[in-house]
C-alpha cells in the first residue's frame, strides 16, 4: 500500500466541501472602474473529496464579478457535467469514448457569446455568466471529437481554432469555426500513434501542432489513472499546416524530445515560425509521475531549411504563460507566467514574471511568505489599449488566514504594489486556467 498522501488532495490542492456566494467582500487597494466584467477560472475539485491524479477531479468554476469600480460577488460552483450529476460512464456500451462525458476542469473560455468549460476528453459544457452550467455543446452535432481546453480565437478573423485528441484513430482532428458560432472546418492530422497533446498555436498563417513523446498506455487506463507515459521510441515533433488549407498539407518538424503543456503564444517573422513554449525536458517517465521543471524556450522553425532551432530564454521554472488575448498569432513582446519552485510537485513559489521580449529583461511580482499566486491573465484597460497596458489577475492563496484573494495587477507596473486586494471569504484550490470575460458590448 502506498502510503505517501498525494499531493493534489492536500494542503491548497485540497478540493473546497461547498459552493457559496459572498458579497462585500473587503478590498485592499481600489478596483479599476475600467473593469467591467468577470474574472473565472477553473479548477479540479472532485466532489468525492478525492480522485487518482490531480487532473481527473470534477470542474469547479471561481468568479468575481466587476463593476464600477466594485467586486459585486465571488461565487464558486461546481460544472454539473454528465460526469458529476450521474456519475455516467466515460465509455459507451459499444467501448467507444462517450463525448458528452467529462470532468469540464481545465479552462473557460468565452467565443461567440457563449461561454465554455473545457477538458480535453470532451465536448465543451455551456456555462453562464452567473457560472451556472447550460450543458453539453456539440455545435448543433456538427462536431464529433473532443475539443482542447486550450482554443485560439484569432484575433484579427474572430475565427476559433482548435482541435480534438484521442486514445483512438483519428487520434488527432483540427477544427475551425467561424466567429459567429458555427463550425466551418474539421479535418484530420494524420500522425504515427496516440499522444497526449494539450494545446497547440496559431500564427496568422498557420496552425501549429506539437507530437511530443507522451503516448497512450492501455494498462495504466486500465488502472484508473492517467493513461498517458513517456516514450523514448516515439520522438517529437511540431507540424506547421497553412490555416485554411486541407490536413495533408500538414509539414513536420523533429525536435529534441521533450514536453510542452502550454504555449505563450506564435508568431511569424521574416520567413521563420516563432513558437515560445513552457518546455519540459520529459515528463512521466514509468514509475516517475511527477512534474520535472519547464522554462521558457522558443522554437525557431525555419520554413525553408526545414529544420528548427530552440533557444532557452530563461532557466527560471515557470508554468500557465499568457499573453494578451489581442496579440494571439501576432508578434507579441511581453509574456506573463507562473514561478514555480523546483521538484515536488506541490512546490508552488510565491511570484509571477512578466517576460519582455524586446528588452530580454524580466519584471517580479513576489506576493511574500505563504502569498501563492495562480495563473495571471490580462484583461486591457480597453479595446484600444496598447499591448500591456491593463491588469493582470490571479488568485493568490494566503496560508496565513487559510483563504484566497484575487490580486489585480497594474500590468505596467509590474513588480510594485497590487493596485487591489479582495480578500475571499473561502479558499480558492490551486486549478488550472481562467479568462476575463467583459460585459457583452
Ligand atoms: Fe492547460
Not at 24 to 45: F, M, Q
Not at 77 to 92: G, I, N, Q, S
Request: net charge negative.
Amino acid at each position: 500500500m502506498n502510503a505517501t498522501p498525494l499531493f493534489h488532495l492536500q494542503g491548497n490542492y485540497a478540493p473546497v466541501k461547498e459552493e457559496i456566494s459572498a458579497t462585500d467582500l473587503p478590498v485592499l487597494g481600489s478596483i479599476p472602474s475600467g473593469l467591467k466584467g468577470r474574472y473565472v477560472r477553473n479548477g479540479p475539485n472532485p466532489k468525492t473529496g478525492s480522485s487518482p491524479h490531480w487532473f481527473m477531479g470534477d470542474g469547479m468554476l471561481h468568479g468575481v464579478e466587476f463593476q464600477n469600480g466594485s467586486a459585486r460577488w465571488y461565487r464558486n460552483r461546481y460544472v454539473r457535467t454528465r460526469a458529476f450529476l450521474e456519475d455516467a460512464p466515460t465509455f459507451t456500451a459499444e467501448g467507444t469514448r462517450d463525448l458528452t462525458v467529462g470532468v469540464a476542469n481545465t479552462h473557460v473560455v468565452a467565443y461567440a457569446g457563449k461561454i465554455f468549460a473545457l477538458v480535453e476528453t470532451s465536448l465543451p459544457t455551456e456555462v453562464t455568466r452567473e457560472l451556472e452550467t447550460r450543458g453539453c455543446f456539440d455545435f448543433g452535432g456538427r462536431l464529433t471529437t473532443p475539443m482542447t481546453a486550450h482554443p485560439k480565437i484569432c484575433p484579427l478573423t474572430g475565427e476559433l481554432h482548435f482541435f480534438g485528441y484521442s486514445f483512438a484513430p483519428p487520434y488527432l482532428t483540427y477544427h475551425r469555426a467561424d466567429a459567429s458560432g458555427a463550425l466551418a472546418q474539421s479535418v484530420e492530422v494524420q500522425v504515427p500513434g496516440p499522444t497526449m497533446i494539450h494545446d497547440f498555436a496559431i500564427t496568422q498563417h498557420h496552425v501549429i501542432f506539437m507530437d511530443l513523446p507522451v503516448v497512450f498506455d492501455l494498462e495504466l487506463a486500465l488502472a484508473g489513472t492517467m493513461p498517458y507515459r513517456w516514450s523514448d521510441e516515439y520522438g517529437a515533433r511540431v507540424g506547421l499546416m497553412p490555416r485554411g488549407s486541407r490536413a495533408a498539407a500538414v509539414r513536420w518538424f523533429e525536435i529534441a524530445p521533450c514536453y510542452v503543456f502550454h504555449v505563450l503564444n506564435a508568431f511569424e517573422q521574416d520567413g521563420e515560425v516563432m513558437v515560445d513554449v513552457a518546455r519540459y525536458p520529459e515528463l512521466w517517465r514509468p514509475g516517475s509521475p511527477g512534474f520535472s521543471r519547464a522554462e521558457l524556450h522558443r522554437w525557431r522553425i525555419d520554413i525553408e531549411r526545414g529544420h528548427v532551432r530552440e533557444d532557452r530564454l530563461d532557466d527560471r521554472v515557470i508554468e500557465f504563460p499568457r499573453c494578451d488575448e489581442r496579440r494571439i498569432s501576432l508578434r507579441h513582446r511581453y509574456g506573463y507566467a507562473v514561478h514555480t519552485e523546483d521538484g515536488a510537485d506541490a512546490n508552488r513559489g510565491t511570484a509571477l514574471i512578466k517576460y519582455d521580449r524586446q528588452t530580454g529583461g524580466a519584471a517580479v511580482h513576489d506576493f511574500g511568505a505563504g502569498r501563492v499566486p495562480g495563473e495571471g491573465v490580462f484583461v486591457p484597460a480597453s479595446a484600444t489599449a496598447g499591448e500591456d497596458e491593463g491588469w493582470v489577475l490571479t488568485y493568490v492563496y494566503d496560508a496565513a488566514r487559510d483563504a484566497s484573494d484575487l490580486v489585480i495587477l497594474d500590468a505596467t507596473g509590474f513588480a510594485g504594489p497590487a493596485t487591489a486586494t479582495i480578500q475571499l471569504p473561502v479558499r480558492v484550490p490551486y486549478g488550472f486556467h481562467g479568462s476575463w470575460i467583459p460585459d457583452p458590448a
